[in-house]
């Protein structure tokens, strides 16, 4: 089970992680207060991701 927690917690970080660079590549100049603020909220989610898969890393690979 936590093996396969640990997988989706890495395949979702790397989903979040696509979004914000293409955010950030194409679309930064035209990013509004409330696109920044969702640009902010997706990284917030990706270092809860990025921190429960580690937690989950360690369990794992111990």
């Not at 035209?30 to 917030?44: I, K």
Request: net charge positive; charged share 15%; with cysteine.
């Amino acid at each position: 089970m936590l093996k396969f927690t640990f997988g989706l917690l890495v395949v979702l970080s790397l989903i979040l992680t696509v979004r914000i660079v293409t955010i950030l590549v194409s679309d930064f100049e035209r990013l509004t207060e409330y696109g920044m603020g969702y640009l902010v909220g997706l990284c917030a989610l990706l270092l809860l991701l990025l921190s429960l898969s580690y937690i989950t890393g360690r369990k794992v690979f111990k």
